[in-house]
C-alpha cells in the first residue's frame, strides 16, 4: 500500500468513524455526506443506519433507494455493487473476500485472499443476518431470508432461506394479472 493509499485509508476511517454511530435518522443525512465521496458509487439517495462497517470503500456502489440497516458489514475489497431499492436489514454480512489457507506452514492470515465480486440486484430484499458470501448474484427481486448463509447465486424472484441457502419458492407473478401490488405487506421502516 503506498502511503496516498495508507492516508485515504486512514482518512475515510477517521471520518466515518465520526459519524459511524450518530442515530438514526439524522445521522443517515450525515453518513451519506461523509461516503459520498470515500465509495466508488453512490447515486441518489441511500440510507446508512447506524453503526454499519465498511471496509474497502473503493470497492462499494450503490444505487439510489436502497436502505442499509443497522450493523451491517460491507466489503468492498472484491467488488461489491448494490442496485436500486434494495433493503438491507439489520446485521447482515456482504464478505466479497475470503483468506487463503491452501498450505498449511503459513499462517491463514498472511496467505493471499481470494476474491470475486458480489452483485445485489435492484429491488432485492435481503434479512436480518443474512449472509452474502464473495462471488455471489442476487437476482432482481429475489428475498434472501432471516440468518441465510448464501453461496450461490440467487435466482431472480427466488425466495432462499437456511444455511447453505436454498429456494424456498418463488414469489408469485403478478405483473400480467390485475390483482393488487404488495400483498406480501406494504413497505415499512426496512
Ligand atoms: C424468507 C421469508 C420472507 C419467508 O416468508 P414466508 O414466505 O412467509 O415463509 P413461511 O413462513 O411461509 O415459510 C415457508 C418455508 O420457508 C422456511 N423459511 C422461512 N424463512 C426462512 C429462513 N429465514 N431460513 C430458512 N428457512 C426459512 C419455513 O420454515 C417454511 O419451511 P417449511 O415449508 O418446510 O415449513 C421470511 O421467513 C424471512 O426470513 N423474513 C425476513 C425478516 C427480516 O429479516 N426482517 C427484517 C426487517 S427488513
Redesign the pocket.
Known amino acids: 500500500m503506498t502511503l496516498g493509499e495508507s492516508v485515504w485509508y486512514v482518512g475515510f476511517h477517521f471520518a466515518y468513524g465520526l459519524v459511524k454511530y450518530l442515530p438514526t435518522l439524522s445521522g443517515d443525512v450525515l453518513r451519506y455526506a461523509v461516503l459520498k465521496p470515500f465509495l466508488k458509487g453512490l447515486r441518489g439517495w441511500v440510507s446508512f443506519r447506524d453503526n454499519v462497517t465498511i471496509w474497502f470503500p473503493e470497492g462499494v456502489s450503490v444505487d439510489a433507494g436502497s436502505m442499509i440497516?443497522e450493523n451491517c458489514f460491507l466489503d468492498g475489497f472484491g467488488g461489491l455493487t448494490i442496485g436500486r431499492d434494495v433493503?438491507i436489514?439489520?446485521n447482515a454480512s456482504l464478505i466479497s473476500e475470503d483468506h487463503g489457507f491452501a498450505s498449511r506452514r503459513v499462517p491463514i492470515r498472511r496467505q493471499a485472499k481470494t476474491t470475486a465480486p458480489i452483485v445485489i440486484e435492484d429491488d432485492v430484499?435481503i434479512?436480518?443476518g443474512a449472509r452474502i458470501l464473495k462471488g455471489v448474484t442476487v437476482g432482481r427481486g429475489a428475498?434472501v431470508?432471516?440468518?441465510?448463509v448464501v453461496t450461490t447465486d440467487v435466482a431472480p424472484y427466488s425466495?432462499v432461506?437456511?444455511v447453505p441457502a436454498r429456494v424456498?419458492?418463488m414469489r408469485p407473478d403478478d405483473t400480467t394479472a390485475e390483482t393488487e401490488p404488495g400483498h406480501r405487506g406494504a413497505a415499512?421502516s426496512?
Open positions: 440497516g433493503l436489514a439489520h430484499w434479512g436480518c428475498i431470508g432471516a440468518g441465510s425466495i432461506g437456511g424456498i419458492e415499512g426496512d
